[in-house]
């Protein structure tokens, strides 16, 4: 699967990579809550938010936008966990029918943080779950 950057996206994940050494797998500019999305590498999420989160604060200061932070990985189902992170996800399903759609099994007391003010974390999960495994929804069990 090829995922094509925008310019803006392209010159976003650049200095997010020299800010935080770590590697952008994906970068997604989400005018509409002000905010850049960043899929990092497995395994570089520590190294993506910096002591205290000194490097997320620094990319937020120079770029004027909030970011979001999604750490990649190697299953649809992990991915999928990863992406509505912080929220507990016991399990995630992939239903292969005609509509590839994904199941997570969200704490309920966590649900609030999985699909974010105004529904923006999930809708950054879904977007980028269509983009790297043609995940077509994402629902909440």
Known sequence: ???TLTDEARQLAALFETETEAIVRDCIVDDEH??????VKTGQMGKAIGKGGE???R???RIGKSVKLVEDAPTPEDFVANALAPAAVYNVTISENDDRLAYAEVAREDHGAAIGTEGKNIEAARMLADRHHDIEDIQLT
């Open 1 to 3: 699967m090829r995922i």
């Open 34 to 39: 002000d905010r850049v999305i960043f899929l």
């Open 55 to 57: 490097h997320v604060r």
């Open 59 to 61: 990319v937020e200061e």
